[in-house]
């Protein structure tokens, strides 16, 4: 654009510099002619600029609500939604022959107690620390999740039970030893999982379900503890 605006000041030049020209009893209305359509060109550069930041701002923006849609606000971890969409994509893997993967389900034991004891402060900020130890302890290519309330659903991909077990441990013995403290108090937090296989013969909404289960049979039988078809680990 600024280019155009050169070329028509030098066009405009060269017209009067011939005498012929300059002397046309045009040559007034050609100048302004020419100076509009400098003006012109102008808030064309200025307009376009304007809306190429507001491309950058709308696309910024559109990055921003896809990801907050995407994200749980209290832990900052990806939300429930986002779990989904990841286990489906991973379930399509296993059904083309990639290895099947093993999901924990993890629930804060006790975490109604906590709140009513110490106050849904004191809760939010349990929940975003065990978050963190949780997305802290996995492997880079894992995927941890709040699932809702006090439940945490974490992905391992290429994973076996018995490797899911191992990792699930190690997830619990570290929110075991979490030390967490509030007003210079401990406050204990311990969590329990349940474990599940899906491979290429079974589905997403039945492997979460065997998680669940299992889940509960790690709370019912005494919470703390890992839990996977029978097999516990405490």
């Not at 990639?98 to 629930?107: V, Y």
């Not at 077990?165 to 929110?175: F, I, M, Q, T, Y």
Request: glycine share 8%; net charge neutral; charged share 30%.
């Amino acid at each position: 654009m600024a280019d155009e605006e050169e070329r028509t000041r030098r066009w405009l030049a060269a017209l009067e510099a011939n005498a012929e020209w300059k002397r046309h009893p045009l040559m007034a209305e050609v100048k302004d002619l020419a100076e509009r359509y400098i003006h012109l060109n102008r808030r064309i550069v200025k307009l376009s600029r304007i809306s190429d930041r507001m491309q950058v701002q709308v696309k910024e923006a559109n990055i921003a609500l896809r990801r907050s849609s995407q994200t749980d606000p209290l832990t900052g971890l990806p939300n429930r939604r986002w779990m989904w969409d990841k286990l489906r994509a991973e379930a399509n893997r296993a059904q083309r022959g990639s290895p099947a993967f093993t999901l924990l389900m993890g629930d804060v034991d006790g975490f109604k107690r906590l709140n009513d004891t110490w106050g849904h402060d004191v809760g939010d900020a349990a929940l975003v620390a065990v978050a963190r130890v949780l997305s802290g302890n996995l492997r880079d290519y894992d995927s941890v999740a709040r699932w809702g309330g006090e439940e945490f659903l974490i992905l391992l991909p290429e994973t076996d039970l018995d490797h899911g077990l191992v990792a699930a441990e190690k997830l619990r013995g570290n929110v075991e030893n979490l030390g967490f403290v509030h007003a210079d108090a401990p406050i204990p937090i311990t969590m329990s999982f349940g474990l599940a296989r899906l491979d290429g013969a079974a589905d997403v909404d039945a492997a979460i379900r065997a998680a669940d289960q299992a889940l509960y049979e790690a709370k019912r039988s005494g919470r703390n503890r890992c839990r996977c078809g029978g097999r516990t680990l405490t």
